[in-house]
């Protein structure tokens, strides 16, 4: 300290250089320097100038979308373009009617997805900024406060117990400081930081010890440092660089649908040239040919797709929200459902984030198991292997006693709820004293302290004095290898015997391995002489009580949760900074590893020299352990090359990048931070593993009733398809006009398609494998679904309209009971379109009322068109008898034949396993 500059020189006047690299890797002094600082820190006009040259101290904060822009994003879409397309169409030739029905569609469609995209986006807004906060500083010779934003390099910063870190600092001094860096490194361990060292420039983040972090936060002790970085250039502005000028992958339904849409268009026109090519070589006049094209088109485009998509995902977005997962994109409900592979962080993930006793050593005994987890004191501690006698019972008695006396911390009930503060570690035992039933206020009360010697990170142990009856005892608690020479005896059950330091360091090397922090417990009965200070001189011929391992638990449902991932097909791999022995008994523990062969560590990572190399380790790898941000983004890269759709979950600002590289990040939103809320599509409520698979489950619902719907309307589309060419290549008029076809396609079956969006689960969604990446949404089973149908329909229609027009109706008649023929098939077919494999017969109707009321709906819709004079006029069509109806009927059910046919056809191939008459969620 003597070196550093206290006035003078460059000092606070001088003109600072460029920021330092890496400061963890250089002496203090020369940064002082380089800053061109003093450790009195600068001056307030200094501190303007600086401002000025580095800016604020502050990250880039994405601004709302506003509604208007939300409104115009609705518009962006491949189908849309076709049905904007369509529409100007119809105003150029002037057929006002359709033009004025596909636009009616496309505004329906805006302001149902503006309303949902607005709704989720104010749910998901972040109640408090990451890094704007208050911080002291030294300025002018004196200590003030200042706006953390108005921090600049070379301000000496002042830290304590409790304060969030605005900047990364280089230490000068330190006095038992512990900072957690959990939400930048994803270690759950809180760090203990020194002054006095210099490190490799190649170390990693969670070991600069000489350094603080902005973002993170001072668990206790104090310090005073010089900052070295601000804003952007911090290691969390770099991840928050990588979030704004990273590329997001497409969701998954937004792929397929893009697929869908130019195979749509592509029909479309070529359907179009060859029916003009026949009409024209027919002598049909110019004028007629643009009408057909355009009922060809309005039959083939699925005009209510977007309306019905877009309830679709908003009805999953509400049934997630109902199972704590809220949506922040509508595209992103069904995104977690297609995906492959969940890259999911450890830390407040899969684990509750808060420091467990787990096991109780005794030396020379089986362990103890001590159950729950977390800062609630609910479980038990039971010995593994035998019941315990008295003889245990007092010893572990004696070694909660002597945790509880040599602690800071505090466990106690506040407004029904429990609460705690201090350390983890000495929060961690009071909870195991208290499953113990040994609570911290009686147990002071009874054995009064005298003196104590506080823990500091240098010592690496804390120890009291306390009045126990008439003597005067010492407890202590520390590092295993701290208190090993301190202790001549160790304890077992009854008594207490010579230490045996083999054995001892043989069950500590046990607990290591386990991933387990270990901690060792003491206590003697020695005192210091009158006179003399209770120090650590006097911590000598001790009787070791046991070991205490620790661990981050993982959450009770978490096992579940990844075990239902596997059988449903999804590969779960765990992406942790944590060090790789923790790591790995975790993941043990969740059952995604059996081998170490099965981790990969960040320094393997690093050593990779080509995508390849990181390819092939990324495919043998189920726990990626020790890594930097920077390699969270290579691995989710990694895994999309391989070929699959990522979900990446996690909580800390160090998951940002990855989670919006991934096809869909998901943010814990009540221990996330800010950066990782707002750069993920889907947020957990809970912050509970389960409730991705939630999520999953959810997910794959909805993107099974949006191919239902998709059913629906194309195999409707291709059947008037049919209905035409038939028309066209037999000589015979239009079978239904343009305006007929926009009434079949978007209202009556438009409420349908709308209704059979709100379809419940089949009950076996966690039993199927996800969908390959590359399979279409129509895959083999729906295209012979549509041809199977639009045959059926189309000739039926078709043979219906000829034989009127045989049998002397006009034209116009014969359009008349065509279409409520046509509508009477889209009744009956929307309840073929619940299930590719369900017989309609075994799946209740009841299970979606809004379905069956919808169908009546529709039904009754066109018959009081019928009869509506206006509406009449305008579509061309008449009432008709009751007969006449229950002929049409009749006709109609054919459809129903033919599709349960072809899923008995399914379930006697084998392609779709035996659920034709066995619902798996029941009728």
């Not at 009580?545 to 009770?556: A, E, Q, T, W």
């Not at 049409?888 to 034949?897: D, I, N, R, S, Y």
Request: aromatic residues 6%; hydrophobic residues 45%.
């Amino acid at each position: 300290m003597n070196a550093r500059k206290e006035h003078g020189g460059q000092g606070a006047e001088g003109y600072p250089g460029p920021l330092p690299e890496s400061p963890h890797a250089k002496h203090v002094d020369a940064i002082i320097d380089q800053l061109a600082t003093t450790t009195q820190g600068i001056t307030s006009a200094e501190a303007v100038s600086r401002l000025k040259q580095y800016g604020s101290n502050s990250l880039p904060q994405a601004r709302p979308t506003s509604l208007a822009m939300i409104f115009a994003c609705q518009f962006v879409s491949p189908l849309i373009y076709v049905l904007v397309a369509a529409a100007i169409f119809s105003i150029v030739i002037q057929e006002w009617s359709d033009a004025a029905f596909i636009s009616g569609v496309l505004l329906i469609n805006a302001i149902i997805g503006t309303i949902q995209e607005f709704s989720a986006q104010r749910a998901a807004t972040a109640l408090q900024q990451l890094v704007v906060t208050r911080s002291r500083v030294l300025r002018d010779n004196d200590t003030c406060e200042i706006n953390a934003e108005n921090l600049v390099p070379g301000d000496m910063l002042l830290l304590e117990s409790g304060e969030k870190i605005p900047a990364d600092v280089r230490l000068l001094t330190s006095h038992d400081l512990e900072v957690d860096e959990s939400l930048l490194t994803g270690e759950s361990v809180a760090v203990h930081k020194r002054d006095d060292n210099v490190l490799p420039a190649d170390t990693f983040i969670g070991d600069r010890s000489n350094m603080v972090f902005a973002g993170t936060m001072v668990n206790r002790g104090r310090g005073i440092g010089v900052v070295v970085a601000t804003a952007l250039s911090t290691e969390l502005g770099n991840i928050a660089t990588e979030v704004i000028h990273g590329v997001s992958a497409k969701p998954p339904l937004l792929v397929r649908m893009q697929r869908f849409t130019h195979r749509i268009a592509i029909i479309v026109g070529l359907a179009a040239l060859l029916m003009a090519v026949v009409s024209l070589s027919r002598g049909m006049p110019f004028a007629e040919i643009f009408m057909l094209a355009v009922a060809l088109a309005v039959s083939v485009i699925p005009e209510g797709l977007p309306v019905a998509l877009t309830v679709a995902l908003a009805i999953g977005m509400r049934r997630m929200a109902r199972r704590n997962v809220i949506i922040r994109r509508l595209i992103a409900v069904e995104a977690l459902g297609s995906c492959t592979y969940i890259a999911t962080d450890k830390t407040g993930t899969l684990t509750v984030n808060e420091l467990t006793v787990r096991r109780i050593q005794f030396p020379n005994r089986d362990s103890w198991k001590v159950s729950g987890e977390g800062m609630v004191p609910a479980g038990e501690i039971i010995p593994q292997g035998k019941t315990a006698g008295r003889e245990e019972r007092a010893l572990l008695e004696r070694l909660c006693l002597s945790s509880i006396l040599t602690n800071d911390g505090f466990l106690g009930t506040r407004d029904d709820q429990w609460t705690h503060y201090g350390d983890a570690v000495d929060v961690a035992l009071l909870v195991m004293a208290h499953k113990a039933g040994i609570v911290k206020a009686k147990t002071i009360s009874a054995f009064p302290e005298i003196s104590s010697i506080p823990f500091e990170s240098e010592r690496l142990f804390s120890a009291s004095l306390n009045q126990v009856g008439d003597r005067r005892c010492m407890f202590v608690k520390g590092a295993f290898e701290k208190l090993l020479p301190m202790c001549d005896t160790m304890a077992v059950p009854g008594q207490e015997i010579v230490i045996d330091v083999t054995s001892l360091e043989q069950q500590a090397n046990e607990l290591a391995c386990q991933g387990y922090r270990v901690l060792a417990i003491a206590s003697g009965e020695r005192e210091p002489p009158p006179g003399e200070v209770f120090s650590e001189q006097h911590l000598h011929g001790l009787t070791l009580l046991g070991l205490v391992g620790m661990i981050d638990p993982l959450r009770p449902e978490a096992q579940q949760a990844v075990t239902t991932c596997r059988e449903a097909g999804i590969e779960v791999a765990m992406v942790t900074g944590d060090h790789p022995a923790t790591a790995f008994a975790i993941a043990k523990e969740l059952g995604l590893a059996e081998h170490e062969d099965h981790i990969v560590t960040g320094p393997q990572l690093r050593a990779t020299t080509s995508h390849d190399e990181i390819d092939q380790l990324t495919r043998r790898a189920h726990v990626f352990a020790r890594v930097e941000p920077s390699q969270k983004l290579d691995i989710v890269h990694s895994l999309q090359r391989n070929g699959h759709f990522v979900a990446v979950s996690g909580d800390g600002a160090n998951d940002a990048p990855a989670l919006k590289a991934a096809q869909v990040g998901v943010a814990m939103g009540k221990s996330g931070t800010d950066v990782a809320r707002e750069t993920a599509e889907i947020i957990i409520t809970d912050d509970n593993f389960n409730s991705i698979v939630s999520g999953v489950e959810e997910g794959r619902i909805s993107y099974s009733n949006v191919r239902k719907v998709i059913f629906l309307l194309i195999s409707t589309g291709a059947a008037e398809l049919v209905l035409f060419a038939l028309a066209l290549f037999t000589g015979l008029p239009l079978p239904l006009l343009a305006v007929q076809l926009l009434w079949l396609n978007l209202v009556t079956n438009g409420i349908q398609d709308v209704a059979l969006a709100f379809e419940p689960g089949e009950g076996d969604e966690l039993r199927q494998h996800p969908r390959s990446p590359r399979e279409s949404i129509f895959n083999r089973i729906m295209i012979e679904r549509v041809i199977s149908s639009a045959l059926v329909i189309g000739i039926v229609a078709f043979y219906l309209f000829q034989t009127l027009l045989d049998w002397g109706y006009t034209v116009e008649q014969a359009r008349n009971s065509t279409l409520l023929l046509m509508v009477l098939f889209e009744n009956v077919h929307v309840f073929n379109c619940r299930s590719e494999t369900l017989s309609i017969f075994r799946h209740s109707p009841l299970r979606n009322r809004i379905l069956l009321f919808g169908t009546a709906t529709a039904q009754l819709i066109h018959i009081g068109a019928m009869y509506t004079p206006w509406i009449r006029d305008v579509l061309d069509i008449q009432p008709v008898s009751i007969e006449h109806w229950f002929q049409l009927l009749g006709l109609a059910l054919t459809v129903t034949l033919v599709m349960e046919a072809h899923k008995l056809y399914l379930v006697w191939c084998g392609r779709t396993g035996a659920r034709y008459l066995c619902p798996p969620g029941g009728a």
